[in-house]
């Protein structure tokens, strides 16, 4: 079975552009979280999503929103980029809510703002 | 604000030899703590969970201690391979709000050499 898949792989963009980066969770798993990992330090939690309901949110800026699609993909979206959003955004899927669910991590897109 | 401490920054350990990375937090509602394990270019993954309930949790070579009254948590690595060579996180999690996030400690970054 394939894990959980994210796109692009890589994304350059410049300060005040908008960007979209996109999540699809194992086959089965209604559950997506996103996490921004700062080069050096460990994942910050950003959103939690289920069956396309946000469950929960990190102390993140309204510049960053999601959402999750009836097939359970998700979408983040970050407008007005800063040069500091450069780092490596990791979603992760499990089957349910609940945090002692074991939560599979996707590569993670790598996104660089100059 | 940091919630999970974890050190030391980076371990270098012999092959054969034990690899101890030692967490402690500070929100005593934190009822999940996993520990997670990343390889370059590679999103974390899953490596042994533990809950309050239990001061100790074996699986395989890895062993989670937990001190519950000092609000620490250690990861061990018996008989440490080169293939274990990888950085660790530490997390913590409160079920209860009933989502998902996860908090990550800053990461461990391990070589074992031969």
């Known amino acids: 079975d394939a894990g959980v898949t994210q796109s692009p792989t890589h994304l350059i963009k410049t300060r005040g552009q908008q960007v979209t980066l996109r999540c699809s969770p194992i086959?089965?798993?209604?559950?997506v979280s996103w996490y921004q990992q700062v080069l050096g330090q460990g994942p910050q939690f950003i959103f939690q999503?289920?069956?396309?309901?946000?469950?929960g949110r990190g102390n993140f800026p309204d510049r960053f929103s999601a959402r999750q699609f009836p097939n359970y993909s998700s979408e983040l979206n970050v407008n007005a980029l800063l040069l500091g959003d450069s780092a490596l955004y990791l979603c992760?899927?499990?089957?349910?809510?609940?945090?002692?669910?074991?939560?599979?991590f996707g590569p993670g897109t790598r996104l660089t703002v100059l | 604000q940091q919630q999970v401490k974890q050190s030391p920054q980076s371990l270098i350990v012999q092959k054969g030899g034990i690899s101890i990375i030692n967490c402690a937090y500070e929100n005593t509602a934190f009822d999940y703590f996993p520990w997670y394990q990343q390889f370059p270019g590679k999103g974390p993954a899953l490596l042994i969970a533990i809950r309050p309930d239990v001061s100790e949790k074996k699986e395989g070579r890895f062993t989670i201690s937990f001190n519950k009254s000092a609000k620490q948590f250690s990861l061990h690595i018996m008989d440490s391979q080169p293939g274990d060579s990888a950085t660790y996180f530490c997390?913590?999690?409160?079920?209860?709000?009933?989502?998902?996030?996860?908090?990550f400690g800053t990461g461990t970054r391990l070589t074992i050499i031969p």
């Open positions: 086959s089965g798993h209604k559950s």
């Open positions: 997390a913590a999690s409160i079920d209860s709000f009933g989502n998902e996030k996860l908090t």
């Open positions: 999503y289920y069956e396309k309901e946000e469950r």
């Open positions: 992760a899927s499990s089957l349910e809510q609940a945090s002692y669910n074991e939560q599979f």
